[in-house]
């Protein structure tokens, strides 16, 4: 350790006097103008920077050697490739610097050596994994906070082996280096694995230090409530590294309706189905399989359980093995489907010729997904707080609660119409919006350089004028919002008889103000543009539908028209 400390800190130490140099006599060692290169800095504070990750997680390597096998009532398997693994890690921890410079044109001989080396490292680093697995296995486990804090050491640590080796690939790098993949990454190393191994190895010699024992209660709090927060915090950072997100950065790019979506349905929906499938699991082992459902079988609290257990044991069978080959087979026929699925539904990539004039802006998830895509596109953005957070807990939460508020009765859905109903409701909610994220009305169909003409239909008897404003139609591209016989966007209304239910007047401001989804184009637009496209505007009325009236300056009209009262004002 020491040999590694001397030898990694040298070159930082080197490169810190060049630097006081080039700050203060000029010597232009890192002055790319001058002919330095900042390059060589790269090189410099990696050659240390990476082996200090190492100097920091071999005391933790050697933290979990001395817990584990006290834990696990065994002795450590493979002591001496354990020892010949960190000897291995402290040489090629060494070597293997540039893989944080991929992008800075090493060239091909230079990141294959780095991309070769880094990978070796990660076999010492296997091989260690490995002796501590084989060491638990088999072992009288004790479950103390030490014990604990360990196996969340290897889980994590894992995870940041995994991800070390994804980022080893030069082209994988030269994609997401410098990204909040890497920040996750690095994060495992330091906290998952540096941080959970200190934590377990003060949990472990605290006693032999003070001669007094910690709370067991609370160091478990302690590590469940760090492993949920550490995961909840770090683990997200994969997902929008994976999409492009910069790393040193002060605002979020994916935006906060992405992010809180991620943290919902990444963590928090996928934490409440396991685990109520944990509790539903529980709930089997100690009181066995719920029986079914028959019309005019009350279910009753108080004498439930006593009419289970007689109905079990005049008609039940043992699961095993007269029942398991049922849930066999039907575990079975959803793999098959699932299988199926994925084989007749994707993934889909890109297909055909690269085409620069296809501008696509709505991108849509998987099919299973699009509901979801079509709440969030209808949501207000006040509302994002309620409805991605609160209501989703307050629905769980009454689910929860209605088995214990409503739980007697009738179970068999022909005596339960309300539940029916609900079901019904949800059903026809979901198709509806799963049908609605297919073709997205609410985006924009975007032909930027096509700009597709105004029919010749909408331009027979008119004036020059107003086919002048169909012009400014085309080139504003209002089609993509809005449609004109049947083609062009769902965004806006159609326009095939907007003269029928707007003014001239209210057309106008509607152009120049905006309102609801259509932004204003007042700036947009100059005055000779847009009488032209108001006066084309007030020819569209259907199939000859009437022009639009004002209804407040009918009734002003008419005021005027009545002859004064004796006697008024």
């Given at each position: 350790m020491s040999g590694l400390v001397f030898v990694a800190v040298s070159p930082l130490t080197a490169a810190q006097i060049m630097l006081t140099l080039d700050r203060y006599l000029g010597a232009h060692f890192f002055d790319t103008q001058a002919g330095g290169s900042a390059v060589l800095w790269m090189h410099f504070f990696w050659i240390f920077g990476h082996p200090e990750v190492y100097i920091l997680v071999l005391p933790a390597f050697a933290f979990v050697n001395e817990i584990v096998p006290v834990f696990s009532r065994k002795a450590m398997f493979g002591y001496p490739a354990?020892?010949?693994?960190?000897?291995?890690?402290?040489?090629?921890?060494?070597?293997?610097?540039?893989?944080?410079?991929?992008?800075?044109?090493?060239?091909?001989?230079?990141?294959?050596?780095?991309?070769?080396?880094?990978?070796?490292?990660?076999?010492?680093?296997?091989?260690?994994?490995f002796n501590w697995l084989a060491t638990i296995w088999g072992g009288k486990i004790i479950f103390a906070t030490p014990m604990k804090f360990c196996i969340g050491f290897l889980f994590q640590f894992l995870i940041a082996g995994l991800t070390g080796i994804m980022l080893s690939a030069a082209p994988f790098d030269w994609q997401l280096g410098n990204s909040y993949f890497v920040v996750a990454h690095f994060h495992y190393v330091l906290v998952g694995a540096i941080i959970f191994s200190l934590f377990g190895a003060f949990y472990y010699w605290y006693p032999k230090v003070t001669g007094r024992l910690m709370s067991e209660r609370l160091g478990t709090l302690h590590f469940w409530l760090f492993l949920i927060g550490f995961h909840l915090t770090f683990d997200f950072m994969h997902v929008p590294g994976m999409l492009g997100m910069p790393r040193r950065i002060y605002t979020y790019e994916a935006g906060p309706t992405l992010s809180r979506f991620f943290a919902l349905h990444v963590f928090v929906i996928p934490g409440i189905l396991l685990g109520c499938v944990g509790l539903h699991v529980w709930m089997v082992l100690r009181l066995g399989i719920n029986d079914w459902p028959m019309p005019g079988r009350i279910v009753s609290k108080k004498t439930y359980v006593r009419e289970y257990h007689q109905l079990t044991e005049k008609t039940g069978i043992p699961f095993v093995p007269d029942a398991a080959w049922k849930d066999a087979i039907f575990a079975a026929a959803i793999m098959l489907a699932v299988i199926a699925c994925a084989l007749s539904f994707g993934p889909f990539g890109p297909t055909g010729q690269p085409d620069p004039t296809i501008i696509e802006t709505a991108p849509k998830p998987d099919f299973f997904f699009l509901w979801i895509y079509a709440v969030l596109a209808y949501l207000p953005p006040a509302l994002e707080t309620p409805v991605l957070f609160i209501a989703p807990v307050l629905g769980i939460g009454a689910m929860l609660l209605?088995?214990?508020l409503f739980g007697e009765g009738e179970k068999h859905w022909s005596r339960r119409p309300v539940a029916v109903l609900m079901v019904a409701v949800i059903a026809v909610s979901l198709g509806a919006f799963t049908r609605l994220g297919t073709y997205t009305p609410w985006s924009p169909i975007m032909n930027a350089w096509s700009s597709d003409p105004t029919p010749a239909a909408y331009l027979k008897n008119r004036t020059p004028l107003e086919r002048e404003g169909a012009i400014v139609l085309q080139n504003k591209q209002c089609r993509n919002c809005h449609s004109i016989g049947g083609a062009g966007g769902l965004r806006g209304p159609a326009l095939d008889s907007v003269a029928s239910h707007m003014t001239e007047d209210q057309i106008i401001r509607q152009v120049l103000q905006g309102g609801g989804n259509m932004p204003a184009y007042g700036n947009a637009l100059s005055p000779s543009e847009t009488t032209a496209l108001v006066r084309f505007l007030t020819t569209l009325r259907g199939n000859n539908l009437a022009p639009a009236i004002d209804a407040s300056r009918r009734v002003a009209q008419d005021d005027e028209s009545q002859p004064a009262r004796p006697g008024g004002h």
């Open positions: 354990m020892v010949a693994a960190s000897v291995a890690i402290g040489f090629i921890s060494l070597s293997v610097w540039a893989h944080h410079m991929f992008t800075v044109g090493l060239g091909p001989a230079g990141n294959t050596f780095f991309v070769f080396a880094t990978m070796v490292i990660s076999v010492p680093t296997g091989i260690k994994i209605l088995p214990l």
